[in-house]
Nanobody, 125 residues
Framework: QVQLVESGGGSVQAGGSLRLSCAAS????????MAWFRQAPGKEREGVAAIYFVAGNTYYADSVKGRFTISLDNAKSTLYLQMNSLKPEDTAMYYC??????????????????WGQGTQVTVSS
């Protein structure tokens, strides 16, 4: 069983930065990829970025490319999302997720079995 706990959210002005963290347990034994998703009020949950463990490949939504960086610290069993040049449209609840398979694409919500409780990011203009 993988447990995920996010932290690092908060309120920031446009142009600012935040780093989200996701502490994971037992992920190396049961997970093949991890990702960050976000959900704004009234909108569907969407993929932000993902990292695949074996090859180390990373994937990003077009809306965050060049501004966000996903990374994994194996020693600390922690997933990160460095968010720079934040925009008001980045405001959302951010969720960490882990998948125990490689089915679908990195955005396939249904393939992620484990989810954190979410951390709120609010960007003001």
């Amino acid at each position: 069983q993988v447990q995920l706990v996010e932290s690092g959210g908060g309120s920031v002005q446009a142009g600012g930065s935040l780093r989200l963290s996701c502490a994971a347990s037992a992920y190396t034994r049961s997970s093949w990829r991890m990702a960050w998703f976000r959900q704004a009020p009234g909108k569907e949950r969407e993929g932000v970025a993902a990292i695949y463990f074996v090859a180390g490949n990373t994937y990003y939504a077009d809306s965050v490319k060049g501004r966000f960086t996903i990374s994994l610290d194996n020693a600390k069993s922690t997933l990160y999302l460095q968010m720079n040049s934040l925009k008001p449209e980045d405001t959302a609840m951010y969720y960490c997720a882990a998948s125990s398979n490689l089915l679908g694409t990195w955005r396939s919500l249904a393939q992620y079995s484990y989810w954190g409780q979410g951390t709120q990011v609010t960007v003001s203009s």
